[in-house]
């Protein structure tokens, strides 16, 4: 399938020009069936309220709230905060032009990012009562992080001990990236490949840069933006571990949630939950977590949650305080998929635009670590593209394909 055709990859139906190249390129809206935007609002987000709802003994006032949020998502239109709710007046600027559309009329990105917002507000997280600050997705993240899955990852550390450093390296970065389709809002309905059924496919791979920016340098800092917790986080810890233990970075600020977000994204609570997992698991895993505990008490590894990572915005349009700390960091990496809708912009692009191009106006050198769960593509080059496109499967959506991309 050519690139700017009628009908996409994934079997989609008549989308109109499904990509286009430079800025022109169509905002991705929730309402062209036959979408994965459109799935992610019609089926994922039902299916996430139901499954929130099965996992707390919540009283009948948040029960009705929950079904106000289901009939407002599948039937109704965009309604602004409630004036007492915190964050009303952020809100009321974000939707101007929102308020009163179908949600499936809106941005895709603004779409997810505001039913997060009032999934939270239905289960009384902002409230003064009983729920205030209860993580609606905790119990998932919990299940996630208990699992054997996570004991097998951490013994497989313990046959990276003897192998060369730069081996060791490829091996941790790789395990990052992949971490990323540890997603558990990416298996919230059914269809979704499973971790582990991926055909273990680089699109893009930028890391002989990423290393030659990491370079070991005196007094660097290095911003990790986080994604996922858990099976996601685990990795991204050891990776940042062994960023320290080599000096490639003199200092890491480890940027995540300040409150839950897309399912499974990390707060400062899903750190010091995977830490102390770490710190209790057997041989390497243990020994990292350890340095990482030892990091954190000296300021070597900071954690902050900055409001912005739950605004629905591209990085574009970053506050000053953030752009100066990623203008000061030798390099930031933005893990997953959503942080690279946000880095690039949540648009039908041409896959083969300039990564370089659509970041240019990072503060910093940027790295992008992501498994492909949207249609949101750029820097391929022409043949990866074709082959992907020739080979009929939803490449861009089933998180079977990752990429490593790097603007110096
Ligand atoms: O940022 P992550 O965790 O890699 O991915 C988040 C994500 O799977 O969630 C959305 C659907 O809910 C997708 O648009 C997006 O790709």
Redesign the pocket.
């Known amino acids: 399938m050519a690139e700017g055709t009628a009908h996409g990859p994934e079997g989609g139906t008549d989308h109109g020009p499904r990509r286009a190249p430079g800025r022109d390129a169509r905002v991705i809206l929730g309402n062209v069936p036959g979408s994965?935007?459109r799935s992610?609002l019609a089926e994922?987000?039902p299916a996430l309220i139901r499954q929130v709802r099965g996992a707390f003994p919540y009283g009948p006032r948040r029960h009705q709230a929950l079904d106000a949020l289901l009939e407002a998502n599948n039937n109704g239109v965009i309604e602004p905060l409630a004036p007492s709710e915190p964050g009303h007046e952020q809100w009321s600027v974000w939707g101007r032009e929102l308020f009163g559309r179908s949600w499936f009329d809106a941005p895709?990105?603004w779409a997810?990012s505001y039913f997060y917002r009032r999934l939270l507000g239905a289960v009384g997280y902002f409230g003064t009562g009983p729920w205030q600050g209860v993580d609606p997705f905790a119990p998932f993240k919990q299940a996630e992080l208990r699992g054997t899955a996570v004991d097998e990852e951490l013994r497989a550390l313990d046959a990276l001990a003897d192998v060369p450093a730069d081996e060791r390296a490829t091996a941790l970065l790789r395990a990052s990236v992949w971490g990323?389709?540890a997603?558990l809002?990416?298996r919230?309905t059914e269809g979704a490949a499973a971790p582990g059924a991926a055909a273990d496919d680089l699109v893009a791979d930028d890391s002989a840069q990423l290393w030659r920016l990491l370079a070991a340098k005196t007094g660097s800092t290095v911003a990790v933006v986080a994604?996922?917790a858990g099976r996601?986080l685990i990795p991204d810890l050891i990776l940042i571990d062994h960023l320290l233990l080599h000096r490639h970075a003199e200092r890491i600020v480890l940027h995540v949630k300040p409150y839950p977000y897309?399912?499974?994204?990390a707060m400062t609570a899903d750190v010091v939950e995977c830490l102390r997992r770490l710190v209790a698991a057997p041989g390497e895993a243990g020994r990292a977590g350890s340095r990482l505990w030892d990091a954190m008490a000296t300021g070597r590894l900071e954690v902050r949650a900055h409001p912005f990572f739950c605004a629905p915005l591209p990085y574009e349009e970053m506050p000053r305080d953030l752009r100066a700390e990623f203008a000061a960091a030798t390099l930031t990496i933005l893990?997953?998929?959503?942080?690279?809708?946000r880095l690039v912009g949540d648009r039908m692009w041409a896959g083969t635009t300039s990564f370089a191009d659509r970041t240019a106006y990072f503060p910093g050198a940027v790295a992008a670590l992501?498994?492909?769960?949207?249609d949101v593509m750029v820097g391929l080059e022409q043949e990866t593209l074709d082959a992907l496109e020739r080979s009929g499967a939803a490449w861009r959506?089933s998180?079977t394909h990752a990429l490593i991309q790097v603007r110096g």
């Not at 897309?262 to 994204?265: A, F, G, P, Q, T």
């Open positions: 994965f935007a992610v994922r987000h895709f990105l997810e990323n389709r997603d809002g990416f919230v994604d996922n996601e897309y399912v499974s994204d893990k997953g998929d959503l942080n690279y809708r992501r498994t492909l769960k949207s959506t998180g």
